[in-house]
């Protein structure tokens, strides 16, 4: 929006994100002069004041079990909307299992791509035990 203000007016500024967004702060020409949000301003001339907004971001975590039977790769810091690829991979004497959220199996195939939301869930891959059996005859 644009607006003409005497000099010396002082202004309450309010930036809304959009959804999937966050505020990070305002600009002055180009100068950052504060990240709150409303913010008072005392106009002194002709300026562009911009609100600054960035993606939000989330954090995928995973949690191998039983802890050290595997690694996984994918986890960390997204935008949100955007796809993560996890991979487990089960060490020697383990295997895969399948990804569990609260309790559940969503996935039983080791590379799962996943949409980020603003609060992603725990995801667990379960590496169990190798079970090995023998038979010996006589």
């Given amino acids: 929006a644009t607006a003409t203000v005497e ?7 309010k930036a809304t994100p959009a959804e999937g967004y966050q505020f990070v702060g305002w ?3 180009n100068t950052n002069i504060s990240a709150e ?17 960035e993606k ?3 954090s995928v975590t995973v949690t191998v079990t ?7 790769t994918g986890a960390g810091d997204y935008e949100s909307g955007s796809t993560a690829t996890l991979e487990a991979t089960p060490k020697a004497g383990y295997e895969f299992s399948g990804w569990i ?3 559940e199996t969503v996935a039983t195939t080791s590379k799962v791509n996943i949409t980020v939301d603003e609060s992603p869930p725990l ?10 059996a023998s038979l010996f005859l006589h």
């Fill in 7 to 13: 000099e010396g007016t002082t202004v309450e500024l």
């Fill in 27 to 29: 600009l002055v020409d």
């Fill in 37 to 53: 949000n409303p913010y008072t301003y005392t106009v002194n001339g002709d300026v562009t004041v911009t609100p600054v907004f």
């Fill in 56 to 58: 939000i971001k989330s």
């Fill in 66 to 72: 039983p802890d050290g039977a595997g690694t996984v």
């Fill in 101 to 103: 959220i609260d309790g």
């Fill in 123 to 132: 995801w667990i891959p379960r590496f169990p035990e190798k079970c090995t």
